[in-house]
Nanobody, 129 residues
Framework: HVQLVESGGGSVQAGESLRLSCVVSGYRYSTYCMGWFRQVPGNEREPLASIDSDGRTSVADSVKGRFTISQDGAKNTLYLHMNNLKPEDTAMYHC????????????????????????WGQGTQVTVS
């Protein structure tokens, strides 16, 4: 049973930084794509960043230069580092993991990107004012 638990969200002022964490448990695959997406009620899920089992990372153009992704294998933890936050970054942030699949979709963020990463956490709210 795969479980992803996010933390680190909160309310911050524009220009500040946050680091989101996602602890992954019960994940048995050696090949994977993991990442972060966010959602505002009424809007589509927006992919933000991904990392694969080889450590290759990709960041969506919408947040490139401000957000980065990393992982700590020893702690089974995925991170999203967010700098220079803006009010439009206000959303629920989720981490997600594929079921052992990996392909170009992991890095190219197609429209159906989130459907590939069907193991999700409950999310952590980020509010920027």
């Amino acid at each position: 049973h795969v479980q992803l638990v996010e933390s680190g969200g909160g309310s911050v002022q524009a220009g500040e930084s946050l680091r989101l964490s996602c602890v992954v448990s019960g994940y048995r695959y050696s090949t994977y794509c993991m990442g972060w997406f966010r959602q505002v009620p009424g809007n589509e899920r927006e992919p933000l960043a991904s990392i694969d089992s080889d450590g290759r990372t990709s960041v969506a153009d919408s947040v490139k230069g401000r957000f980065t992704i990393s992982q700590d294998g020893a702690k089974n933890t995925l991170y999203l580092h967010m700098n220079n936050l803006k009010p439009e970054d206000t959303a629920m942030y989720h981490c997600a993991a594929s079921g052992g699949q990996l392909g170009r979709w992991c890095y190219e963020f197609p429209v159906n990107w989130v459907s590939w990463l069907y193991n999700w956490g409950q999310g952590t709210q980020v509010t920027v004012s």
